[in-house]
């Protein structure tokens, strides 16, 4: 079967998915493309903006299953998908789950005929703090998904555990040593080659992915994310970091999502709660306003290769967009636009040669070299987000 996932939501979970399909949000341990390519034992594909399709592209062939990329999959979500016949649209509620279509159907736009409805409670990533907001319960499916009849690597006697080992998963390569580890509230999941350095003090649900690090002395409150090459000290609290992101030094980060190839200066630290313990409205990039979250706890929103100064403060609830360069002294302001470059004292707009330039560092302190389809995303966001930003 060819499976492709499909953007849904986009425009209002921006700026994360400007550089990226909603599916390749991580949420949990996984992204969405790779919880459903684990349970469907199948590789995906995607339909997503055309800027984004030479590197995220569509397989098509001539029977075609189109899974919505927000929602993440459980066993009876698979199993009813599994049981779609050609022409039958799986809906929840108000959602479209997945379409069983011919290519025929596909190419002409056509709209499946009948419908089958599943009763089924799952994750729907609809805004980005939703993502903050979920990820106890997707850090406790994806700890399950992937180490159930896993048997753990051995964990250092140097360490102290506060509850069942059991709930501790270890792979091949990694290092834990000196360290306090709470897994009274949720799994403790250690990727591959990943390290947490002595004195650094875990509380669950907690994940990081492979070649991730926990700086000495450390304090992570769950539940809270590390995505693949992060490097993460200071205190963190229910935080999801993409991958290849730093917040390596002192500073609080709390109710936050950070996306890839970001870096946080040394000392920076963001609000998550207003001192009149009021609901937070954040800016919407995709109403042009600001609008209600629902949460008193909020802190930051970051798009992917953004970066801030030393001992930069973040007010709760901002929203930072792709590539903006952040620094100054003061709170800075609750909208932080793409390619900005300066802070309290006034933006000015980031020059998208230059921008590439430092991303090109970046991959290469990785081993990694940045590719043209890469640069072209961000010359793409740099285009339309202009627009709308006003920079000089």
Excluded at 243 to 253: L, R
Aim: overall charge negative; hydrophobic content about 35%.
């Amino acid at each position: 079967m060819n499976y492709i996932l499909f953007d849904a939501s986009r425009d209002s979970l921006k700026p994360l998915t400007y550089t990226r399909p909603v599916c390749d949000i991580r949420i949990g341990i996984l992204t969405i493309r790779e919880k459903w390519e684990k349970y469907l034992g199948e590789k995906t594909s995607t339909i997503t903006e055309d800027y984004l399709s030479a590197k995220y592209s569509t397989l098509q062939s001539e029977e075609m299953m189109l899974i919505n990329g927000s929602i993440c999959p459980t066993p009876a979500l698979v199993e009813a998908i599994k049981g779609l016949k050609i022409g039958q649209t799986l809906t929840s509620g108000d959602n479209i789950v997945a379409m069983y279509k011919t290519k025929e159907q596909f190419l002409s736009e056509e709209e499946t005929s009948e419908e089958v409805v599943v009763e089924e409670e799952f994750l729907k990533i609809t805004y980005p703090w939703d993502i903050f907001v979920y990820n106890d319960r997707a850090l406790k499916e994806d700890f399950k998904l992937l180490t159930e009849g896993r048997k753990s690597a051995p964990l250092s006697e140097t360490n102290r555990v506060i509850g069942d080992k059991e709930n501790i998963f270890i792979e091949e390569g990694a290092v834990v040593e000196c360290a306090i580890l709470n897994v009274k509230e949720g799994p403790i999941y250690i990727g591959k080659d990943a390290e947490i350095m002595e004195a650094s003090v875990v509380r669950g649900p907690f994940a990081m992915c492979e070649h991730s690090v926990l700086k000495m002395a450390s304090k992570i409150y769950g539940a809270t994310t590390l995505g693949p090459h992060v490097k993460v000290g200071g205190e963190v609290s229910n935080v999801v970091i993409f991958g290849y992101s730093n917040k390596a030094h002192d500073g609080f980060i709390g109710n936050s999502v950070i996306g890839e190839w970001c870096n946080i200066g040394a000392d920076t630290n963001a609000s998550n709660l207003k001192n009149t313990y009021e609901e937070v409205r954040v800016w919407s990039i995709e109403k042009n306003t600001f609008v209600p979250t629902g949460q008193t706890f909020f802190g930051t929103v970051m798009g992917d290769h953004s970066k801030c100064g030393i001992n930069t403060m973040f007010n709760t609830g901002t929203i930072v967009g792709v590539s903006s360069n952040i620094y100054g002294h003061g709170y800075q302001r609750n909208y932080i636009p793409s390619f900005a470059w300066g802070g309290t004292t006034g933006l000015k707009k980031y020059d998208i040669d230059k921008a590439i330039e430092v991303a090109e560092k970046m991959y290469q302190r990785r081993h990694i070299e940045m590719s043209e389809e890469d640069k072209d995303i961000l010359r793409n966001v740099y285009t339309q987000t202009l627009k709308n930003n006003r920079l000089r």
